[in-house]
């Protein structure tokens, strides 16, 4: 008796293996090939820049995506005024650039953590523009800022000051609306001034505050109307009825607004939460600001007061250094020497200009020089003490 035949079912189970293997190849394949294709985006997402243009009405793009970490913004002026463009986070200022010439374009580097932030797109009255910063490995394999720690005895040291030179601007300031309520031009002339200078010497930091510095010292440039515009008050909207004009007339409301927003920024410095950031970030990004545009014009009328003024920066600038000196000689000696003599150049020049007629286009070049070197000795201290400084 013969055996019977057994059940052909190698062949099919082979080629069910084979295509099982296959299919498993190709997937492995088409992983490999998403993941490389997302590696790629994701990279060119960290690295390429981010343009931008500002026209005279908006920003473009007006709604922007990125990923956190360290960021190189592009911007362009194509409007036909200078413009500033602001990162902002509520009502703190994360980076900027300001006095962005038409047609021309400056690039921003600016360290960005996970959030929606907005986008201030040059005159005040134009819409701002949307950032969405999403989360990203790069960001969290970046290095720890310097701790507040370290900090502690500078930061409170700042603090005690920024509430005696905001008080003091504040007290001023209502002094000189009663004096220009009541008719006095002379006292109303030196209240604005010793009011101004105390408000000068916090000036490195109340970038952060830009909604109310744009109010209480507000760049004519930035209006539709520049000086003429109803909307530039404050400081500058005063200095010209008062020096300019030598009218009282229509100064009282201007007055008594500056009064409120000096109230409102002394209330928000009390409640400021303080950084390492503080110091070094504003005064490496203070000192580039001067060297670029916080020089008086030549020849200008108000050459000699806004020699004052630049004094008082100085002080506010120097109040940092001073502050910061015991931290950076602990890691950077050679750079803390340096900033120290950039600081002590640009003083002794500025002390120059002040007794002599000044105003020539040489005393102005000499002084921009010095504080060339003085920014860029203070834009290395960040880094030199772990601190990112956005912005500058």
């Known amino acids: 008796m013969s055996a019977p035949d057994k059940p052909k079912a190698t062949a099919p189970s082979s080629r069910l293996l084979y295509l099982g293997v296959g299919a498993a190849a190709t997937l492995v394949i088409l992983g490999t090939c998403a993941f490389y294709f997302a590696t790629l985006r994701v990279h060119r997402d960290t690295s390429d820049v981010v343009a931008v243009s500002v026209t005279s009405k908006a920003c473009e793009p007006n709604a922007m995506s990125v990923l956190a970490g360290d960021r190189t913004f592009e911007i362009t002026n194509k409007s036909d005024r200078p413009v500033e463009w602001e990162i902002v986070d509520g009502v703190m200022v994360v980076a900027e650039r300001e006095n962005i010439a ?37 960001a969290d394999a970046q290095p720890a800022r310097a701790t507040t720690r370290s900090f502690l005895g500078p930061l409170s040291e700042y603090k005690f000051y920024l509430d005696r030179q905001s008080g003091s601007a504040l007290r001023a300031a209502q002094d000189l609306a009663a004096a220009i309520k009541a008719g006095d031009l002379d006292k109303s002339r030196a209240l604005y001034r010793d009011g101004r200078v105390s408000y000068d010497r916090i000036e490195p930091i109340l970038y952060r505050f830009s909604d109310l510095q744009n109010k209480i010292d507000p760049a004519p440039s930035y209006f539709e109307k520049g000086q003429d515009d109803p909307a530039f008050v404050g ?94 000689n602990t890691v950077n000696q050679e750079l803390a020497r340096k900033v120290d003599v950039a600081l002590s150049d640009v003083r002794a020049i500025l002390a120059k200009q002040k007794t002599s007629s000044g105003g020539a286009s040489a005393d102005r070049a000499q002084l921009a020089r010095a504080f060339a070197v003085l920014a860029e000795s203070l834009n290395a201290v960040p880094s030199a003490i772990g601190i990112d400084a956005n912005g500058t």
Do not use: Q, W
Not at 104 to 133: F, H, Q
Not at 276 to 288: K, N, Q, T
């Open 102 to 138: 038409p047609a021309i374009k400056e690039t921003l580097k600016v360290r960005l953590a996970p959030g929606t932030y907005e986008v201030t797109c040059g005159l005040l009255s134009n819409p701002r523009g949307i950032l969405v910063v999403a989360p990203s490995r790069e």
């Open 235 to 328: 400081y500058g909207r005063i200095a010209r009825g008062l020096f300019e004009r030598r009218s009282l007339e229509g100064l009282s409301p201007i007055a008594d607004g500056l009064v409120d927003d000096l109230t409102a920024l002394n209330t928000r410095l009390k409640a400021m939460n303080m950084t390492s950031d503080v110091l070094a970030g504003s005064a490496a990004r203070f000192s580039s600001l001067l060297s670029r545009d916080g020089l008086p014009e030549e020849n200008a009328d108000d050459h000699e007061r806004r020699l004052a003024e630049l004094d008082a920066n100085l002080d506010g600038l120097g109040k940092l250094v001073v502050l910061l000196d015991p931290v950076l």
